[in-house]
């Protein structure tokens, strides 16, 4: 590939999109040309990058000439619908959607966690689901050094986990409970607005939700361990863009609280905010806009008798980490 | 006792203070005259009982002649100061605090879990906890049926649960938001708006909150197991009044989630809402003002290869059946 890179967005528009391309601003990424796409009815409408305004162009099947890497945050099903053009046009897909993260054929990737998957990728390299790249970042390191048996999860999830709207909606929904007014769901289900609703995502087998099977399958798959337990309640929380995930797990090998915070003071994405003494543990309004993970609240689990328990609660930005910058850092390791 | 009771509620003006008085209406409770006792800055000022005003006095040490059960919601250092004063008035406490609630010769009790145990009170009775008290009207069934050997909590706990100024904090500061005012945490250690804090009450023993080890030490001893494993992780979420709580438990005995529906669909306290078709779970908006702890999301977790481990999630009203309702169900036992 050559040392600058032709890149397609696509979902230019959405919550995910928009961080994309700030991400690669951001970060600087070798961008050659940047050509924005989304559907007919954004095209037309501009986007800066780099103080330029960049016209979004309608998402078409001939739309990946020339492109080296084309970022999808689309949803499953425009990720589908393009994938033939995308590869057949020689560019490689990182796609944000749950389209083809299961596939046997796709490498999904946390580049925190498992980068030299990306080698065996036949053009499509998949981002895994927010909450599960959040967490594993956290993890990982933990069970690279002593082996992680079983983990038990809770999630707080932002608005920003439905996209722009998912947050429009707390907003105003927010605003008409303040005012008194009668409050009108139409994206989420029921009230989200000083309110929770637990069930993010369809309804699957065992009565688990797809976003919580995520977490147990997308893990396995990422850490190469089919025998992994998980189990997950996924909850979404009137929050508008950071996630929070309280995690209890248990490993193969003793592990205290000093040899986790040993562990993730120097991992990759982690930052340890662990200082109960000063009030200072993972919150929202922290992890927003940062691209490390937040991980504190760290516990030897009080409910065991062995030292192979560990308790901790994390946050991390739902829209950066969770999706626009794992996808432009897979995009790096291109 | 008579068939009608002299009763005082101590901290009247507070936000379980309030629900009690309600509470004692709605329930009809047998009150032959009821006294309202709080601090000298609300005395003077009068609340409405059964259509009457009822003029507020100020508490204090002989406020308590003639009375037989003083209800206290006054926060633990105003419990320990009049406890005695109560006592010697021949009256029988039922304090809302956690002054008395580990004490030997003081019963923790909730109506649906552990009656029994109101019998050997020396005129002290401690209402538990909220989150422990609403997990337990859920759990407790299970527990006499398949005997419960392990359960891990992570809970989403109302701004209700810091009393009315947290409910006015989280107001307040939403609005502040919204106009994207500087926001300014006065009562809550940090910004509650639009995010969450996983801190609660003090930091003790291995790093956990009192609040967490609350659930653990309470949950032992009305259940007399001293031996039961439980660890918690205590949140306090952007959310007005009622408490949520996910559970993962582990059993001695096998169990499905079939048998916990048919176990819990006739337990006092508790309302099944676990129709995940039709998009019916617990929620918070759904158990503000509900006497009922709502029990949903039952699933056989899927962490374990045996039929031991159940995940459910949980909601009840905390100023209700975590506060006010239970201490006059206490109440209403003598």
């Known amino acids: 590939m050559p040392r600058e890179f032709n890149v397609a967005v696509a979902g230019a528009t959405g919550a995910v999109g928009i961080e994309m391309i700030q991400t690669l601003e951001r970060r600087n990424f070798p961008v050659k040309n940047l050509r924005l796409l989304a559907s007919a009815r954004s095209a037309g409408k501009k986007l800066t990058y780099k103080g330029t305004d960049i016209t979004i162009e309608e998402l078409k099947h001939d739309s990946f000439k020339g492109i080296d890497i084309a970022l999808f945050s689309a949803g499953a099903d425009i990720s589908k619908e393009y994938v033939k053009s995308v590869v057949d046009a020689g560019a490689v897909m990182i796609d944000n959607s749950s389209a083809f993260r299961m596939n046997d054929d796709v490498p999904l990737v946390v580049p925190e966690v498992n980068p030299e998957d990306i080698k065996w990728n036949k053009g499509v390299i998949a981002n895994p689901n927010c909450t599960t790249i959040i967490m594993l970042v956290a993890v990982t390191p933990l069970h690279r050094a002593k082996k992680l048996k079983r983990l038990i999860a809770s999630t707080y999830q932002a608005a920003s986990g439905a996209g722009a709207e998912g947050m429009e909606e707390l907003l105003s929904q927010t605003r008409q ?15 989200i607005a000083f309110s929770l609703i637990p069930h993010i995502d369809v309804f699957l087998e065992g009565d688990y939700t797809k976003e919580e099977l995520k977490m147990v399958y997308e893990s396995r798959k990422m850490l190469h361990c089919p025998e992994l337990k998980i189990s997950c309640t996924s909850v979404r929380v009137p929050i508008m863009r950071a996630h929070s995930e309280s995690l209890n797990m248990e490993f193969v090998e003793d592990i205290t609280p000093a040899e986790v915070r040993e562990i993730l003071k120097n991992a990759p994405g982690v930052k340890l ?22 991980v504190g609240r760290i516990r030897q689990d009080v409910s065991r008798d062995d030292r192979k328990g560990i308790d901790m609660f994390i946050c991390g930005d739902q829209i950066l980490k969770g999706a626009a ?10």
Chains 1, 2 share one sequence.
């Open 177 to 191: 409970a303040l005012n008194n007014e009668v409050l009108t769901p139409k994206f989420f289900a029921h009230q």
């Open 273 to 294: 905010v662990d200082d109960i003494a000063n009030k200072r543990y993972p919150m929202p309004i922290e992890a927003t806009g940062q691209g490390d993970v937040l």
């Open 325 to 334: 910058l794992n996808a432009v850092q897979i995009a790096e390791l291109l």
